[in-house]
């Protein structure tokens, strides 16, 4: 049974930070992908990192130099360092592993973690 549990949202003013964190249980992790994935209401989910099981890390154009993705492979765990927060970070955030071909998530979502940016 795979499950992604997120965890350290919160309301934090525009130029804050938030250090977001993923446990995922299962074999899975070790050797997927991990991406971070954001959602405001009425859009579709939004890829914003990726990391491989190498530590290869790739960022979407809106959070490049803002966001750093990392990975704890021994703790199961992912996490999302989010600095110079903009109003438009405002989001729910999920992680879960991209398709290699879609990049829609793999397996079943968390419940996700909630940011929101005050201007």
């Known amino acids: 049974q795979v499950e992604m549990v997120e965890s350290g949202g919160g309301l934090v003013q525009a130029g804050g930070s938030l250090r977001l964190a993923c446990a995922a249980s299962?074999?899975?992790?070790?050797?997927?992908?991990m991406g971070w994935y954001r959602q405001t209401l009425g859009k579709r989910r939004e890829l914003v990192a990726t990391?491989?099981?190498?530590?290869?890390?790739t960022y979407a154009d809106s959070v490049k130099g803002r966001f750093t993705i990392a990975r704890d492979n021994a703790k199961n765990t992912l996490y999302l360092q989010m600095n110079s927060l903009k109003p438009e970070d405002t989001a729910v955030y999920y992680c879960?592993?991209?398709?290699?071909?879609?990049?829609?998530?793999?397996?079943?979502w968390g419940q996700g973690t909630q940011v929101a940016v005050s201007s």
């Open positions: 299962g074999s899975f992790f070790s050797r997927n992908v």
């Open positions: 990391i491989t099981s190498g530590g290869t890390t």
């Open positions: 879960n592993a991209p398709s290699a071909r879609t990049d829609e998530g793999i397996y079943s």
